[in-house]
């Protein structure tokens, strides 16, 4: 049973001895493999988790007991109002289950206020159908996004079964995401910015260090070249909160160059130097760590000439 089903599909779960004893959303889950703990709770308070015996409160955190059985039905996806539109991709994998694709600069990812086609999404509807749905919502199943000006990497999930797994995998830490960026000023020693992002107190598009009552993330950097004016980093997610790597340089006095929301047009870049260079994940089926890289488009490369900033073998370019 599949979260992107095109009909309601109906289907009776028997707790086994062997899982006696849990929380209802975890048995469904563990049953249900193509779906996520949060798409089973959602599934139980719309009422699709019906207990076949009496039962005074039904919610996720009924304890369960052997022999119980409980009929559950997947509702039918949404359709969606997406148009699927030929655009240009540059994949670099695809199989069955995930997708990994190249994200040129300017491309915006989903639909939204001032863009409402024209973008990745909707050039994946075009590419692969089937992906429509994926995720339980009648969408391509993207497991993280880029900003419209940065380049690089992003990873699909083609299968509900590839979704569940790419989003635990972010969750924990697994999906490693690793970036190129050139910051203003001379950076010379690696380090991490330690600093809770949440959204901006006044400007709500932006996000901001809060202390308080921002959400924990972490950015890891390496210099790999540097002088008075700028420097390119080598930069590796722990978190991946928006904006992150923006907001975090700019924090300690470094910003992204090119970046007008969280920095300053300084006349080196026509955008913010921001590149996605390498994804690494456990493909959902097969179990094997799959690495992808792609070294920076030509107004990155063009911008370290301007500073006179040797660009390294991108190739040889590994976190330690």
Request: with cysteine; glycine share 8%.
């Amino acid at each position: 049973m599949k979260p992107s089903s095109a009909s309601a599909k109906t289907t009776v779960l028997v707790v086994p001895p062997e899982q006696a004893g849990q929380r209802l959303d975890n048995f469904l889950t563990s049953q249900l493999s193509a779906f996520s703990r949060t798409q089973v709770q959602a599934l139980i308070k719309k009422g699709n988790v019906v207990p076949q015996f009496r039962v005074k409160v039904m919610k996720a955190g009924l304890e369960v007991s052997a022999g119980q059985s409980f009929e559950v039905t997947i509702p039918p996806s949404i359709k969606t109002d997406i148009p699927a539109q030929s655009l240009s991709l540059d994949i670099l994998f695809e199989d069955e289950d995930v997708l990994v694709i190249n994200k040129p600069v300017g491309l915006v990812v989903h639909p939204g206020a001032g863009n409402p086609d024209q973008t990745l999404i909707n050039a994946l509807v075009a590419h692969c159908p089937d992906v429509v749905g994926v995720g339980g919502v009648q969408r391509p199943g993207l497991v993280h996004r880029l900003d419209k000006d940065t380049s690089g990497l992003l990873v699909a999930a083609k299968s509900d079964l590839a979704y569940k797994s790419l989003v635990k995998q972010l969750k924990t830490r697994k999906l490693s995401r690793e970036y190129l960026g050139i910051v203003k000023g001379d950076l010379e020693e690696r380090g991490t910015v330690d600093a809770p992002l949440g959204r901006h107190a006044s400007a709500r598009k932006k996000m901001a260090v809060r202390p308080e009552s921002g959400k924990t993330a972490v950015t890891h950097f390496a210099p790999l070249g540097s002088n008075e004016t700028a420097s390119l980093l080598h930069l590796k997610l722990e978190t991946g909160r928006t904006h992150q790597i923006r907001v975090h340089m700019a924090f300690i006095k470094h910003p992204i160059l090119g970046d007008s929301v969280y920095g300053e047009d300084s006349g080196l870049a026509d955008r913010q130097m921001l590149h996605a260079f390498r994804i690494s994940f456990q493909h959902p089926k097969k179990g094997t760590v799959e690495t992808f890289w792609k070294e920076p488009p030509k107004d990155f490369l063009d911008c370290l000439t301007r500073l006179k900033i040797k660009a390294p073998k991108w190739e040889k370019i590994h976190w330690s």
